[in-house]
């Protein structure tokens, strides 16, 4: 942002450094550090923000992870409980079937001793 200032009198050298020209020098140098300072503390606000919001995010992200987790192992244990009460309830009327098709064949054993005993 403000290393517009500076471009008119600071050139980058070909080892990755910096030059400022010689007619501007003493004046511009100390202005365009204190400038290009301000650049870098203004980037390193921006990535400390972007880092603490991509934080939250992840936070929030590994936190829901989690909840989801938990949800997922409570429904499969009532899968399974349910599951297990389905088995015992078929296994109630299978034997309440045989039950009732024991006391079906008294009533009807019963039934023909009292015709038999009726017609005597």
């Known amino acids: ?3 517009e200032y500076c471009r008119g009198t600071v050139q980058s050298s070909g080892d990755g450094g910096c030059c400022v020209s ?10 365009c550090q204190e400038l290009l300072s ?3 503390s203004e980037k390193e606000e921006e990535l400390e923000s972007t880092t603490s919001r991509l934080n939250r995010q992840l936070s ?16 499969e244990s009532e899968l399974t409980a349910s599951r297990q009460e389905v ?3 078929k296994s109630t009327v299978a034997q309440m079937s045989a039950a009732q098709a024991g006391i ?3 009533l009807a054993a019963t039934k023909v001793v009292i ?5 005597v």
């Open 1 to 3: 942002m403000h290393n």
């Open 22 to 31: 010689n007619s501007s020098r003493s004046s511009s140098d100390g202005l």
């Open 38 to 40: 301000v650049d870098i």
């Open 60 to 75: 929030d992200v590994e936190f829901a992870r989690s909840s989801l987790e938990r949800q997922k192992s409570t429904l």
């Open 87 to 89: 088995a015992g309830l």
């Open 104 to 106: 079906e064949a008294e």
């Open 115 to 119: 015709a038999v005993l009726s017609q």
